[in-house]
């Protein structure tokens, strides 16, 4: 398996470019989730899914959109970048454990975003 | 985020002592994650604690979970320079969750001197 894939690794952007960074999973995984990582402000979560079509807001979600159209891709989704928005973005995905309880959350590598 | 407080931020040991690295929460933890990162990396799994009490080990480090299920706290014994990094720990603090929303506290940086 090669768990949580991301691209691109690293990208630069103008103010007001958009732009799409991919996550993919081959676990099987019900759950997606998208995180960035800021200094001094730790993991924040932007979006997450529960499964294929069914997407919610976390901490931070202004200026992204997700979309979960099968269980293995969880795209997300920069309309119109801002400096703000400048981070590490990290997908990760899990699954239900059979006793109803948390499942380990896996994370892709991470992709490095700036926005001049 | 100030609802998962760790401490210390950082941490400077000389090679072979012991560490503690602590987790806190006002609210209930329904499972709690212990996360090791490079710097400019991923993040890597370490260990998963769900009843209260719990308590896990791996090679070197040891982690618990206090019978409240507020309070975690990271052991690592005779510490080596593979051990530097960032560890970061996260929480499901919402039961129905399931571990797709985390939240995660600040980080504590170790560095281990020779």
């Known amino acids: 398996n090669a768990g949580v894939t991301q691209t691109p690794k690293f990208q630069v952007l103008k103010t007001g470019q958009s732009m799409t960074l991919q996550c993919a999973q081959d676990?099987?995984?019900?759950?997606m989730s998208w995180y960035r990582q800021d200094p001094g402000m730790g993991l924040r979560l932007i979006h997450y899914s529960v499964g294929a079509g069914i997407t919610d807001q976390g901490e931070v979600p202004n200026g992204y959109n997700v979309s979960r159209s099968t269980t293995e891709d969880f795209p997300l989704r920069l309309l119109s970048a801002a400096p703000s928005q400048t981070s590490v973005y990290f997908c990760?995905?899990?699954?239900?454990?059979?006793?109803?309880?948390?499942?380990?959350?896996?994370f892709g590598p991470g992709t490095r975003l700036t926005v001049l | 985020s100030q609802e998962l407080e760790q401490s210390p931020q950082s941490l400077i040991v000389q090679e072979g002592k012991n560490l503690t690295i602590n987790c806190t929460s006002s609210?209930?933890?329904?499972?709690l994650y212990w996360y090791k990162q490079k710097y400019g990396e991923g993040l890597i799994f370490l260990m998963m604690?769900?009843?209260?009490?719990e308590e896990k080990s791996h090679e070197k480090i040891t982690a618990k979970l206090d019978e409240k299920k507020q309070q975690s706290s990271l052991h690592i014994t005779a510490s080596q320079p593979s051990h530097a990094g960032i560890y970061l720990c996260g929480a499901d603090m919402i039961k129905e969750t399931s571990g797709s929303r985390l939240t995660f506290g600040e980080g504590t940086q170790l560095t281990v001197n020779p």
């Open positions: 604690l769900q009843k209260g009490g």
């Open positions: 676990m099987n995984h019900e759950y």
């Open positions: 990760a995905s899990s699954y239900r454990s059979t006793s109803g309880g948390p499942g380990t959350q896996y």
């Open positions: 609210k209930t933890l329904y499972g």
